[in-house]
């Protein structure tokens, strides 16, 4: 169910890892059904869609102008301040439902403000546009057989991979995120053959920009439950107390997240691996 509503909550919050700055939620919810997604611990079914951008945008324009406090350069941007305009939703699938161009346009003529936004689908109807570097899209990458199970009707890994050059050439500001990452048995040949395709994959020309973001899994106690009640595959890849410890998150929520030694171990075995095999792919954050 698609819901227009008035956004009333102007919060921009700060981030200061994916973007500088969270950004007023033009969607709330996502019409995908990824196992792992904390939108849905939240919005189980449905998106709500702000009728109201321009009041959004006019409270991202008096935040960049009088409110952020950030030093130029630091790792989201060397320039500009950077607002997430897709935190709580899949902003590229649902772009049907929103004045996308008005707000890329916003942000293209922004002396200050970017825009970013990580997606699962391909979104060709933003082809048509050239924000001229201004919006970044962050393709998120695993492994395919991994993604079948946890994130089912996203766009295959390959073609997320293989869209990069294009939107590039385009005008878009294309990153790359390893999110969620998963341990399981065989995730670092997973990996590997995921980096080898990004690397024969993306133009010479463009891998220098071609950053990363690498988050590793966290599940939330009813999340886990809800996709038992509904039969989601891939929970026990999601729910192993045996590589698991407790964590409560910043809003109260049970979650549980890999042991810290393992998940140190876990971080420097990416590092490795993924520099071994894509040195140009610098990892902007790891956690």
């Known amino acids: 169910m698609i819901k227009q509503v008035t956004r009333k909550s102007m919060e921009i919050r700060h981030s200061g890892r994916s973007t500088d700055y969270i950004s007023p939620s033009f969607g709330y919810g996502c ?7 904390y939108m849905k611990r939240h919005l189980p079914d449905g998106l709500t869609v702000a009728g109201n951008p321009d009041t959004i945008l006019q409270a991202i324009d008096r935040h960049v102008h009088f409110y952020a406090d950030v ?14 305009i897709s935190c709580n939703e899949d902003f590229a699938l649902h772009a049907k439902f929103h004045e996308w161009e008005k707000i890329f346009s916003f942000f ?20 048509d546009f050239n924000p001229e570097g201004k919006v970044r899209i962050r393709f998120s990458l695993m492994p395919q057989r991994i993604a079948d199970m946890l994130e089912p009707n996203t766009a295959k890994i390959k073609d997320r991979v293989a869209a990069i050059n294009t939107f590039i050439e385009a005008g878009y500001d294309i990153h790359v995120n390893f999110s969620p990452v998963v341990l399981y048995k065989g995730w670092k040949e997973d990996y590997a ?16 920009g071609v950053l990363a973001e690498v988050i590793m899994l966290t599940h939330e ?11 989601l595959p891939g929970e026990h890849l999601l729910w192993n107390p045996a590589l698991q410890e407790p964590k409560t998150s910043q809003y109260g ?35």
Request: charged share 25%; aromatic share 10%.
């Open 193 to 208: 053959n995921l980096f080898t395709m990004l690397n024969a994959t993306v133009a010479e020309e463009h891998k220098p």
């Open 71 to 84: 030093d130029k350069p630091n790792q989201t941007h060397p320039h500009f301040i950077t607002y997430d």
């Open 31 to 37: 019409l995908f059904n990824c196992s792992y997604c």
């Open 221 to 231: 106690e009813k999340k886990h439950i809800a996709n038992l009640e509904n039969n």
């Open 253 to 287: 929520g049970k979650n549980v997240r890999y042991k810290r030694g393992l998940k140190r171990q876990a971080i420097n075995e990416f590092i490795e691996l993924h520099d071994t095999l894509i040195p140009w792919n610098t990892i902007r954050y790891i956690f």
């Open 108 to 127: 293209r003529d922004h002396d200050l403000a970017s825009a970013s936004m990580a997606t699962k689908t391909v979104p060709t109807r933003f082809l």
